[in-house]
């Protein structure tokens, strides 16, 4: 071997050698010595803070709780009641037969006095809007420009429809538009009709922009009927109705905006409603209810938020209290924090 070969592999040998021996490079950071705020949690502390948040929270769950009192709501089912009892053992015969009449008149008393604006909202019970296939069966570019009619790729099987013999998309297409809810409400109080205002019920984020002011409604529910049929003349931006069924409930129970009542209730008033009962729940077991209620400042009527507060307001001071038993019935020296891990130094000395 040539001296000059042993000394090239020499050298390779030594940089090889010196670059695994380089030791890493610590800092102050991947060391986590960095200054930060460690606070000393002792009983005063403790206690203080526990205070705090009682005094806090127990207010705002009281007015919380008032303020869900103060919504008047009326609540009535009529899935049940609105089907004639000849059809009692057989709802899914009333209700798929075209021959029957699906007219139902119902009376609501008024509680208290209800100032306007009154919603009034359609609950659904065992309705799974969450379901997977559900969900997906949707076409959002479709829904927001009418150069996107043709994506329907997601819709099956609400897509597309033959029309002499050439596949023509449905708009909107997709399950969730196509089982849209279809039962409607006439309202009215001493022979007199209320209007029901359905302008500025949907979001305005999804009026903007996930419906298109140019999509209008094409060959929807010209197959096997589901739910409501939609105004070809009307662009979907319009049409608020489909616009708040689309937005999807996270659970199977749950509200959906129907329309505003723009006038005062006065306390015991009876108020006349005429339903359309249309919509097939009882294939699936679920429940149909018609809801007028005012807001306040938290919105419907709903206790839970209140009680929350109180409950965890109310176990802090119970907290408290065990707390400052514990400390004056028991007392504990507190540690010395000079030997706590970040007062040492490296070495493992107590710091002067």
């Known amino acids: 071997m040539s001296p000059g070969a042993a000394e090239g592999g020499f050298e390779t040998s030594s940089a090889a050698t010196k670059k695994h021996s380089k030791k890493p490079k610590y800092s102050r950071f991947t060391q986590q010595e960095l200054p930060a705020c460690k606070p000393i949690l002792t009983p005063g502390w403790v206690i203080t803070a526990f205070i705090f948040i009682g005094i806090i929270f127990i207010p705002i769950g009281l007015a919380s709780l008032f303020a869900s009192e103060n919504v008047v709501e009326i609540a009535d089912r009529y899935d049940e009641d609105c089907v004639p009892s000849i059809y009692a053992s057989d709802t899914l015969a009333y209700i798929q037969s075209s021959q029957t009449n699906k007219s139902c008149t119902k009376t609501l008393t008024v509680p208290k006095k209800m100032k306007n604006p009154i919603y009034v909202y359609y609950q659904l019970d065992n309705f799974y809007q969450n379901h997977r296939r559900y969900v997906k069966s949707r076409s959002d570019k479709q829904l927001r420009s009418k150069a996107n009619e043709f994506e329907t790729k997601d819709c099956s099987p609400e897509a597309t429809v033959l029309v002499s013999n050439k596949e023509m998309p449905i708009v909107p297409c997709g399950l969730i538009a196509w089982s849209m ?25 999804d009026r903007e922009y996930k419906f298109g002011s140019d999509v209008y409604p094409k060959k929807f529910q010209s197959g096997v009927i589901g739910g409501a049929k939609l105004d070809e003349n009307i ?18 129970k749950f ?35 018609l809801i007028l209620s005012t807001t306040s400042w938290i919105g419907g009527k709903n206790d839970f938020l209140g009680i929350a507060y109180l409950t965890f307001g109310g176990l802090c001071l119970f907290m408290v209290i065990s707390f400052i038993f514990l400390y004056v019935v028991r007392p504990r020296p507190l540690g010395d924090p000079s030997y706590l891990s970040w007062n040492r130094n490296p070495d493992g000395l107590l710091l002067n």
């Open 255 to 289: 509200r959906k905006l129907y329309g505003k009542i723009e006038v005062d209730l006065e306390a015991n008033e009876k108020i006349t409603v005429v339903i359309q009962n249309n919509y097939n729940t009882y294939s699936f077991r679920g429940k149909k209810t």
């Open 181 to 205: 809810f279809n039962d409607t409400y006439r309202f009215s109080l001493n022979d007199k009709a209320i209007q029901v205002n359905k302008k500025g019920i949907a979001w305005k984020s």
């Open 235 to 252: 662009p979907l931006s319009q049409q608020e109705d489909l616009i708040v069924w689309m937005r999807t409930a996270a659970l199977p």
